[in-house]
């Protein structure tokens, strides 16, 4: 009688199990569920979309300096490019400053400067004008004249870093939008 007694309950265990395991999807397919509650379905997996914590600033108006640094490398015969961008404007302290940078298989350099991301609520410690760290990979440079492209606001600002045995020079004629300081890296 236990034996039986025992079977009998572990099928209708089984049942269940196999019952409820079936019935996971109903809430995927109930459509109440799905526009009151902002859910959203990935496979059979239900997952509930985070409300947005976050905002874009446009960089309207803004003037950027570009801070330029080099490293040499060991033999000392190129260099590598990086620079330090900070905004005029101020944003929230826990905003990120978004770009894009590339260095081209010609090293052509080239910047296109996006907006701030900052929170929609700024728990910083005030507003602050932002920085970004700016490296290019494969930037081992020989002396001669390489083309710079930066983008901001639709605007686009060109010039030359010239790269001589002795100096890294900027060639850079503007004095808004987007400037470099100092013109001149000696090596």
């Not at 395991?21 to 496979?43: E, M, R, V, Y």
């Not at 003037?63 to 944003?91: H, W």
């Amino acid at each position: 009688m236990k034996k039986l007694t025992y079977s009998i309950v572990t099928f209708l265990l089984a049942f269940f199990i196999v019952t409820g395991c079936t019935k996971k999807n109903d809430a995927i397919s109930d459509p109440k569920i799905t526009a009151n509650n902002n859910l959203k379905t990935s496979g059979d997996t239900i997952v509930k979309t985070p409300p947005d914590t976050a905002q874009l600033v446009a960089l309207t108006g803004d003037k950027i300096t570009l801070a330029p640094g080099y490293y040499q490398n060991a033999a000392g015969d190129s260099v590598g490019i990086s620079f330090n961008a900070v905004t005029t404007n101020r944003y929230c302290s826990n905003g990120l400053l978004k770009f894009h940078n590339i260095l081209d298989a010609n090293y052509n350099f080239l910047i296109d400067f996006l907006n701030v991301q900052e929170p929609l609520v700024c728990h910083g410690t005030g507003d602050i004008p932002m920085v970004a760290a700016i490296s290019f990979q494969r930037s081992n440079l020989v002396n001669g004249s390489h083309p710079l492209k930066v983008t901001l606001n639709g605007t686009t600002y060109t010039g030359n870093i010239i790269i001589s045995a002795n100096a890294i020079n900027f060639d850079w004629n503007y004095s808004s939008g987007v400037v470099i300081s100092p013109k001149t890296l000696s090596r």
